[in-house]
């Protein structure tokens, strides 16, 4: 921390006494020291302060009329139970002390005390609190970045996308996820859901070009039993399902305009109609909708509704092709290699050759992100070389092959090759889990090249 910045700056102290004269003296002490002190002469007081705006710790004494020293412990720890509670006794008082440290006070002075005391057990609790904030807040990073892990890139479109994802989770208005099939359209809704509030609530994904319209519409609202032919039994209805979490209507464009205009009435009002009943129910549902129609060109075609269209594009999301990421493909080939490697232990196959990854770097892939790791595992079960060669992916899938374009060098960020080396060799290795043995044997090259390279770069 600079040596300018006052660490008892913005910090809030509450002290409690039902002796008026030692919470002035309290107040006006820690006061002159920088902090900024709320008082209160009762226990009752101290709740409702605490209630109305909660300090970062409290000192309170234990013996009061009324609410006591236990009683504000307990209640504000309701409210948070890491604000630091400091207990302050009468001299000799061993046994309450013992108690309010087993009922999770921070720690306890007793009378008579000097100010230093004071002074130097309220800032330890805040820099103990301080302390855990921060690791907690460092363990949410890490969670939430673990979350985009399936979202794989380091590309420049990547990471806008991984930029509105972040920015996106934690809101609850209509997101509408747009980009072309294969693209990982799913994926990053799913990303919302996990990062966002609802991660502990269900998230539910339809896809709504899989059933016909009736079907649909039952299982997205459920149906009494016996309200039309083959409903046997009640069916609660995904929107019911998802309550108090998301719902992913996957590929709406596709949806028709009577069940469109259903939707359209969940979102204004908040309540799903089973079919067959008269009683519409609250849900809580975070909607989240893809497509991969121009919804633009489909709304003047009337086919589909205008004002849905607006209220799901609240939070508009575009999931770039894989063409316009080409130098995310060496990446997206080795995550799905070594996924499939797993699920086909007994493959014979290694590694793709370097003449293989620049030409797949270099394909139009209409199938995109899906069509890459279809390709992949292809390969990993039907070759029969731990090497894999262009001719190899080339006799699995000759059309694919025959549409290559060359790389549209504008997309591709710039960097010296030795950099893009290095850093490649360093995301195997991560991905080996440090195992610079495992690594090299992927790469295809010799350990002592990969000690080597990080002695030059030291």
């Known amino acids: 921390m600079p040596a300018d910045v006052n660490p008892r700056a913005g910090s809030r102290i509450l002290v409690v006494d039902d002796h008026v004269e030692m919470v002035h003296l309290l107040a006006d002490q820690l006061g002159d020291l920088g902090f900024?002190?709320?008082?209160?002469?009762?226990?009752?007081?101290?709740?409702?302060?605490?209630?109305?705006r909660l300090p970062d710790v409290v000192l309170t004494d234990l013996r009061m009329e009324g609410a006591d020293g236990f009683d504000v412990l307990a209640a504000v720890h309701a409210m948070d139970p890491q604000v630091p509670v400091i207990i302050i006794t009468a001299f000799g008082a061993v046994d309450s002390a013992v108690e309010a440290m087993k009922r999770g006070a921070y720690d306890f002075l007793t009378?008579?005390?000097r100010l230093e005391e004071?002074?130097?057990?309220?800032?330890?609790?805040?820099?103990?609190?301080r302390l855990r904030d921060e690791n907690r807040a460092l363990k949410k990073i890490a969670f939430?970045?673990?979350?985009?892990?399936?979202?794989?890139?380091?590309?420049?479109?990547?990471?806008?996308?991984?930029?509105?994802?972040?920015?996106?989770?934690?809101a609850q208005a209509p997101a509408l996820v747009r980009g072309e099939s294969g693209t990982g359209k799913e994926l990053v809704a799913r990303a919302l859901h996990v990062l966002g509030s609802r991660r502990e609530r269900p998230f539910v994904a339809v896809n709504c070009t899989a059933l016909p319209e009736p079907l649909l519409e039952s299982?997205?609202?459920?149906?009494?039993?016996?309200?039309?032919?083959?409903?046997?039994?009640?069916?609660?209805?995904?929107?019911?399902?998802?309550?108090?979490?998301?719902?992913?209507?996957?590929?709406?464009?596709?949806?028709?305009?009577?069940?469109?205009?259903?939707?359209?009435?969940?979102?204004?009002?908040?309540?799903?109609?089973?079919?067959?009943?008269?009683?519409?129910?609250?849900?809580?549902?975070?909607?989240?909708?893809?497509?991969?129609?121009?919804?633009?060109?489909?709304?003047?075609?009337?086919?589909f509704?205008?004002?849905?269209?607006?209220?799901?594009?609240?939070?508009?999301?575009?999931?770039?092709?894989?063409?316009?990421?080409?130098?995310?493909?060496?990446?997206?080939?080795e995550h799905f290699l070594e996924k499939a490697r797993e699920r086909n232990a007994w493959s014979v196959v290694k590694r793709l050759s370097p003449p293989l990854i620049s030409t797949l770097s270099s394909l139009e892939w209409p199938g995109n992100v899906r069509q890459l790791e279809n390709l992949i595992e292809q390969l990993v079960i039907l070759c029969a070389n731990e090497v894999v060669e262009p001719e190899d992916a080339a006799r699995l899938d000759p059309e694919l092959f025959a549409k290559r374009s060359p790389v549209d060098l504008a997309k591709v960020?710039?960097?010296?090759?030795?950099?893009?080396?290095?850093?490649?060799?360093?995301?195997?290795?991560?991905?080996?889990?440090?195992?610079?043995?495992?690594?090299?044997?992927?790469?295809?090259i010799d350990p002592s090249t990969i000690h080597r390279r990080e002695r030059s770069t030291k």
């Open 118 to 129: 004071i002074v130097f057990c309220v800032e330890r609790a805040l820099s103990e609190r």
């Open 413 to 444: 960020e710039l960097v010296p090759l030795r950099q893009l080396e290095d850093e490649y060799i360093a995301w195997v290795i991560e991905k080996c889990g440090g195992n610079k043995k495992k690594a090299a044997e992927v790469l295809g």
């Open 219 to 303: 299982e997205l609202f459920g149906h009494l039993k016996g309200s039309f032919t083959g409903a046997t039994q009640h069916r609660r209805g995904l929107f019911i399902e998802a309550d108090g979490g998301t719902l992913l209507l996957d590929e709406i464009g596709d949806m028709a305009p009577t069940l469109q205009s259903k939707i359209l009435r969940v979102i204004e009002d908040g309540e799903v109609r089973t079919v067959g009943s008269d009683v519409a129910k609250k849900v809580d549902v975070r909607i989240v909708a893809s497509t991969n129609q121009p919804l633009e060109e489909r709304i003047r075609d009337g086919r």
């Open 305 to 333: 509704r205008a004002d849905l269209f607006y209220r799901l594009n609240v939070i508009p999301i575009h999931v770039p092709a894989l063409r316009d990421r080409p130098d995310d493909i060496p990446l997206l080939i």
């Open 144 to 170: 939430d970045r673990s979350r985009l892990d399936a979202i794989v890139g380091r590309s420049a479109a990547i990471q806008r996308l991984f930029d509105v994802i972040e920015r996106a989770a934690p």
């Open 111 to 113: 009378k008579p005390f």
């Open 36 to 52: 900024a002190v709320d008082t209160a002469t009762s226990g009752v007081e101290a709740m409702r302060i605490a209630g109305s």
